[in-house]
T-cell receptor
């Protein structure tokens, strides 16, 4: 069953912050986050594992709440280059072999 | 350059005409997979392969076939394409990256193949 991402779309001004949420009805072991720019392939951002700490990647970080079966992606002081569609992939194991992806969140950063 | 290469990138075909989308990776990854991407549905896994001669169905395998005769190649075969297979297809490969006993390898995607079946 697909995880649910929210919001479906968000528009920001440069420098503003955003949060993208990913919720699953299943007990999760791992969450992957990917970003896809228009017309390009998805690119890996980070993985969070059950029992692991919050991850960071420049000004993009994420958390994983195992009890709520949720993950959140935090984009702080957004840049134009952050525009794209963000996907979470949830897994019942750590492996990318068994990911189920959400439908994506379209993020647009305006100057 | 490390990459996953798909061909063709764009294809328009007609119902029932067999086609193959090739996928090749030069990173010596054991695991490869195929996804289709449709508006509002995100990425859905079609088939995956754990290694040479080992393949298994993903979430939406109907109407597709795959083979893994060599480690680097993982072609997707549509024996009799239908209009509902019009989609954007991505091939991906994954390294084994162990964090303790956990495989945390990420997906490396090809550039995608946009298929239209008339």
């Amino acid at each position: 069953q697909q995880p649910v991402q929210s919001p479906q779309a968000v528009i920001l001004r440069e420098g503003e912050d955003a949060v993208i949420n990913c919720s699953s009805s299943k007990a999760l072991y791992s969450v992957h986050w990917y970003r896809q720019k228009h017309g390009e392939a998805p690119v890996f951002l980070m993985i969070l594992l059950k029992g692991g700490e919050q991850k960071g990647h420049e000004k993009i970080s994420a958390s994983f709440n195992e009890k709520k079966q949720q993950s959140s992606l935090y984009l702080t002081a957004s840049q134009l280059s952050y525009s794209g569609t963000y996907f979470c992939g949830t897994g019942v194991s750590g492996s990318a072999r068994q990911l189920t992806f959400g439908s994506g969140t379209q993020l647009t950063v305006l100057p | 350059e490390a990459q996953v290469t798909q061909n063709p990138r764009y294809l328009i075909t007609v119902t029932g005409k067999k086609l193959t989308v090739t996928c090749s990776q030069n990173m010596n990854h054991e695991y490869m997979s195929w996804y289709r991407q449709d508006p509002g549905l995100g990425l859905r896994q079609i088939y995956y392969s754990m290694n040479v001669e080992v393949t298994d169905k993903g979430d939406v395998p109907e109407g597709y076939k795959v083979s893994r005769k060599e480690k680097r190649n993982f072609p997707l075969i549509l024996e009799s394409p239908s209009p509902n297979q019009t989609s954007l297809y991505f091939c991906a490969s994954t390294p084994r990256r162990l964090a303790g006993a956990i495989d945390t390898g990420e997906l490396f995607f090809g550039e995608g193949s946009r298929l239209t079946v008339l």
